[in-house]
T-cell receptor
């Protein structure tokens, strides 16, 4: 089964760039990597998705190396409101479940 | 607003009872996913439907069941409720069958079993 591994928690300060790395050693050829953000008591929200190299949108960048065994979510100039749990997803195994791992609790400090 | 509507927002019920949670997906989305999130826990995948058919099943208890209707709305039925079933239940929808598609989540139903 494809499984993702990411740090349990990270702290940062306002205005800094934050990079969260996810390991997905068994990613399948056709799988994309997707990142979601979740605030307490709210449903997760899609941030960004990519297949290889680099993807950028208005809120984040996603870097995926050639071997695709890992990916890095980059949040530029974080603010207090970016404090949330960030999940890295990749479709899981033959059941093709949209499975969330433990996520990374990002805490942005003033 | 994600476009996914879940009702009710809050539900308080007693142990042993049965409840039904409802989810209306975004217009045009054919896939519906259900998740359970207990306090300070991660999102546990329960089940997925695509265009009325069950497509994937996760760690869903036998006391729980779900279905997706012809109008694509979905219901999650929880029976013989236990205290441990207290959690936030999220529904998500996506346009296509592939999990490489962006999923949109509702605001959840908070179930409290007393």
């Amino acid at each position: 089964l494809a499984k993702t591994t990411q740090p349990i928690s990270m702290d940062s300060y306002e205005g800094q760039e934050v990079n969260i790395t996810c390991s997905h050693n068994n990613i399948a050829t056709n799988d994309y990597i997707t990142w979601y953000q979740q605030f307490p008591s709210q449903g997760p929200r899609f941030i960004i998705q990519g297949y290889k190299t680099k993807v950028t949108n208005e809120v984040a960048s996603l870097f995926i190396p050639a071997d695709r065994k890992s990916s890095t979510l980059s949040l530029p100039r974080v603010s207090l409101s970016d404090t949330a749990v960030y999940y890295c997803l990749s479709p899981s195994g033959s059941a093709r479940q949209l499975t969330f791992g433990s996520g990374t609790q990002l805490t942005v400090l003033p | 607003d994600s476009g996914v509507t879940q009702t009710p927002k809050h539900l308080i019920t007693a142990t042993g009872q049965r409840v039904t949670l409802r989810c209306s997906p975004r217009s045009g989305d054919l896939s519906v996913y259900w998740y359970q999130q207990s306090l300070d826990q991660g999102l546990q995948f329960l089940i997925q439907y695509y265009n009325g058919e069950e497509r994937a099943k996760g760690n869903i208890l036998e006391r729980f069941s779900a279905q997706q209707f012809p109008d694509l709305h979905s219901e999650l039925n929880l029976s013989s409720l236990e205290l441990g079933d207290s959690a936030l239940y999220f529904c998500a929808s996506s346009a296509f069958r592939t999990e490489n598609t962006e999923a949109f989540f509702g605001q959840g139903t908070r179930l409290t079993v007393v």
